[in-house]
């Protein structure tokens, strides 16, 4: 069974950093691709990050480019999101997902199985 499991989440000020981690487990990690997509409250969900199974390939929305860094440690089964320079726009609940990694898309439906989420909240 599959499982991915988000932490890192939280409250901070507009301009803060906050780390997101994402622990997988029931699934060849080291050959899948994996993403962080976010909700924001009522909003669809929508795509923030993805990175191919050896870390080289990664890609962003336009929305995050240059302030957030995807990464993984393959060794640990964990995907991380570094987010810089927060903004109260990227408030929202914040998702892993995996899928193959031959997966080139960015729509939720690439992606075969979701984390819980963890809420990051930024304040102005």
């Known amino acids: 069974q599959v499982q991915l499991v988000e932490s890192g989440g939280g409250s901070v000020q507009a301009g803060d950093s906050l780390r997101l981690s994402c622990v997988a487990s029931?699934?060849?990690?080291?050959?899948?691709?994996m993403g962080w997509f976010r909700q924001r409250q009522g909003k669809e969900r929508e795509f923030v990050a993805a990175i191919r199974r050896t870390g080289t390939s990664t890609l962003y929305s336009n929305s995050v480019k240059g302030r957030f860094i995807i990464s993984r440690n393959n060794s640990e089964n964990t995907v991380y999101l570094q987010m810089n320079r927060l903004k109260p726009d990227d408030t929202a609940v914040y998702f892993c997902a995996a899928s193959r990694d031959a997966s080139t898309g960015i729509q939720p439906t690439e992606f075969h199985s979701w984390g819980q989420g963890t809420q990051v909240t930024v304040s102005s």
């Open positions: 029931g699934l060849p990690f080291s050959v899948t691709r």
